[in-house]
C-alpha cells in the first residue's frame, strides 16, 4: 500500500511540474481547428509529448464513445499497448469560475495505472488543445495540456 502511495505522490509531483512545460505546446504537430462541441474531439488524437517530462501521454477518441490511450516514457521508443475504454460526458455547459469560458468535462472511467492517474479530459469550448487532470476540477494544477496529433514523436 505505501509502495502505491509513494508511486501515486511521486506522479502527482512530476505532473505538477510538467505544467510549467505545458504552456509551451505540450506536443509536436498541432491542428488549429478549435473545439466547439463534444463532437469535435470524435475520431481524433491527441499528444502531449513536452520534453522533458517523465511520461507522454496519447489519447485517441473513437467515434463510438470509446477511447484508446497510451502512456510511455520518451526512453521506450514506441507507445505500446493501449488501455481501452468508453467515455462519459460529464458537463457541457459548466464555466470557468475566472474568465466565464464554457468547458466540457469528459471522464475516461478508472483507468489510473495506464494513464497514470490522469482519467478526466477538461476541453475550453474555442480552444484547439485538451487537458488531461487527475480530478474532474477545471482549476486543477497537474494537468497537462495536449495537442491534436497522430504525428510519432521518436521521429
Avoid: H
Avoid at 106 to 120: A, D, F, H, P
Avoid at 132 to 154: G, I, K, L, R
Amino acid at each position: 500500500m505505501k509502495k502505491v502511495n509513494l508511486f501515486f505522490v511521486s506522479l502527482v509531483a512530476l505532473v505538477t511540474l510538467s505544467v510549467g512545460f505545458s504552456s509551451c505546446g505540450g506536443g509536436s504537430g498541432s491542428s488549429n481547428s478549435s473545439i466547439s462541441s463534444i463532437e469535435d474531439l470524435k475520431g481524433k488524437t491527441w499528444q502531449y509529448t513536452q520534453s522533458g517530462a517523465q511520461y507522454w501521454f496519447k489519447l485517441k477518441i473513437n467515434n463510438d464513445n470509446t477511447f484508446e490511450g497510451w502512456t510511455a516514457s520518451p526512453s521506450d521508443g514506441k507507445w505500446g499497448n493501449p488501455v481501452t475504454g468508453s467515455y462519459s460526458v460529464m458537463s457541457t455547459e459548466q464555466r470557468d469560475i475566472e474568465n466565464g469560458r464554457q468547458i466540457f468535462m469528459i471522464s475516461l472511467g478508472n483507468v489510473e495505472s495506464t494513464l497514470k492517474g490522469l482519467r478526466y479530459l477538461i476541453i475550453y469550448k474555442g480552444d484547439t488543445q485538451i487537458r488531461f487532470a487527475s480530478n474532474p476540477s477545471y482549476y486543477d494544477p497537474s494537468f497537462v495540456v495536449a495537442n491534436q496529433t497522430d504525428a510519432n514523436p521518436w521521429n
